[in-house]
């Protein structure tokens, strides 16, 4: 039988943030990224393959890069966030066009949700969360466990 078990986890000031976007999106998230870089500066950066390096190339800003998304570098992420090394994600999807490996979207989205990180997914949502002192700040949070079979 599976239960749900709730586990309270203490986030720290400094945030590592995912960074992904799908190419038709790619821009638009350039454009978000250069309109925060003083307070994305702060923080410790990664995303996927494509969308790192061209993070990396058009702003200076350190970005650890993984897999490119097709090839698993959502599932990369993912993993990075049920183990509680990732705090926020900014994934710009494409909401009209299918993906090769939607699933893996899918299963990024799930654990984001399971583990209870911010979800920015476009520009405003993004405004949103920067204009909140909890991005600067720690505080503790909720996570879900199941356990059991």
Aim: proline letters at 4%; one cysteine or more.
């Amino acid at each position: 039988m599976k239960t749900i078990k709730k586990d309270t986890i203490l986030v720290p000031e400094k945030k590592t943030i995912a960074l992904i976007a799908h190419d038709n999106r790619k821009d638009e998230l350039l454009d978000f990224i250069k309109a925060h870089i003083d307070e994305l500066k702060k923080h410790n950066l990664c995303g996927t393959g494509t969308t790192s390096k061209m993070i990396r190339n058009e702003t200076n800003l350190e970005v650890k890069g993984y897999l490119s998304g097709p090839l698993g570098g959502d599932i990369q992420i993912g993993s990075l966030i049920t183990e509680n090394k990732i705090d926020v994600l900014i994934f710009f999807w494409d909401p009209l066009e299918a993906q090769p490996h939607d699933p893996d979207v899918k299963a990024l989205l799930r654990v984001s949700v399971l583990n209870d990180i911010p979800i920015v997914t476009n520009e405003m949502t993004g405004r949103y969360l920067f204009s909140s002192d909890m991005l600067s700040k720690s505080y503790e949070k909720t996570i879900l466990r199941i356990e059991g079979r």
